[in-house]
């Protein structure tokens, strides 16, 4: 897939948030005896976040020449998921999370979970692409898995809409800044605690750094910037916005 990125056209937006509230809302998962993992509660937000900015849920795509702004109609968000193989450690695997913003957020950690252990035996969209990445030969492989830029009514059946998370956090990296064949991703890294600045005081705090990479032929920079921010208040209120979601 990353044959078909453009790295001019994507622009980076970085910060680091108060994660307070995220962890008042796993505790709360915890004490309902229910999961929710940061990944599904970025996940969660990222679907409300396409659900109320359409303007954000587009993407480029189509043959050469005939490129045109392609609109999504889904909150369907792909997600990154690990994948050891003989010879092949850490292969990437990128299922979608079907209706994000209308499920429960122990529903989508569920769901993380079973993506997690599932093998070529009992997930249908992973036994294809291993059958393409074992049996076909790269240059044709490359293609079939690059349909979807190609014909946009294949985008949403297999890559959800235009937005992508991805938890580098889960292999140790603090913060991990990359481009992504979406035209908008969201990563994160570890949730610890940092210096932060509380009251114009320097203090220990739970924070987590956040990153948000877009297609700058989609969206401006004003635009974008504020998806960033309403991306950031989010999870600094995730406690309250989210307490219902569980």
Known sequence: M?????PAYMVTLVGEVDASALD????QAKSQDQSASYTAIIMKITGLLMKQNPTA???VLGW??????FQFKTTDISVAVEKSLPFLPGLAFAPT???AESKKISEIAAELQQLAKCDESNNATFATYMKILKRIPRPFAVWIINLPYLFPSLWPRYRGCAAWVNAPSKAGADLVMTTWPWPLTFSFGIVKQRPFIIHNQVQPCLTIPVVMVFDRRVMGGGPAGRLFSEFQKMIETADTLLAKEI
Do not use: E, I, Y
């Open 24 to 27: 008042r809302l796993r505790n």
């Open 57 to 59: 849920n587009r993407a």
């Open 64 to 69: 050469p020449f005939f490129k045109q702004l």
């Open 97 to 99: 999370v079907k209706n």
């Open 2 to 6: 990353n044959d078909m990125l453009v």
